[in-house]
């Protein structure tokens, strides 16, 4: 774990640790037992980075995973730019939370997809003799959740997603205060 504070100084460190470790992960023709977890928070201030973004579409293969912590969209276009997508894409999990700017929300509304909602309507011609009433029942698309609605989640509120399954708006937990957890992390 490096501080925050120390991040600018040791960058490139951190950067030379990250490539090389994939590097000889892709190297060896063994694959580990339990997969390795790549856990890269402040992911965007690593920089561009080529072995990660190989690593995104080929290294499950070689028992690497990668979990890139980001706080928005923005991030992740302004270092990979056009190849954004590739994390996107190959992720075997999205989740989001705590989202506040209106692009991020928007391309999660839109991964979210929409749903079907009918109603009906009514109506009566009154230049006619005939008084009758009218029914008639209308099908429209709206989104499962708008990018305001997105923007608005509770704070222990989280939505996954998971490769080949619907979302999942999911209970965020809380580790530190999980009685399951206690003692598995420093408190500090």
Do not use: C
């Amino acid at each position: 774990v490096l501080p925050p504070d120390r991040l600018s100084a040791y960058s490139r460190w951190l950067r030379l640790l990250v490539a090389q470790s994939l590097t000889e992960m892709a190297r060896d023709p063994k694959k580990p037992a339990v997969p390795v977890l790549y856990l890269l928070d402040e992911f965007a201030s690593l920089g561009h980075l080529a072995p990660v973004e190989r690593a995104m579409g080929l290294m499950a293969g070689y028992g690497v995973q990668l979990w890139p912590i980001l706080q928005d969209i923005h991030q992740l276009r302004a270092t990979y730019e056009k190849r954004a997508g590739t994390f996107l894409s190959n992720a075997g999990v999205l989740q989001v939370f705590g989202v506040n700017d209106h692009e991020s929300a928007r391309l999660i509304s839109d991964l979210l997809g929409q749903e079907t909602v009918v109603f009906q309507t009514m109506g009566r011609n009154l230049d006619s003799e005939d008084l009758g009433i009218s029914l008639s029942q209308q099908h429209t698309a709206r989104a499962l959740m708008t990018p305001d609605e997105v923007r608005n989640l509770p704070k222990e509120v989280e939505l996954l997603f998971l490769a080949g399954q619907r979302p999942i708006v999911a209970a965020k937990l809380a580790y530190y205060a999980d009685p399951e957890f206690k003692g598995s992390f420093d408190p500090s």
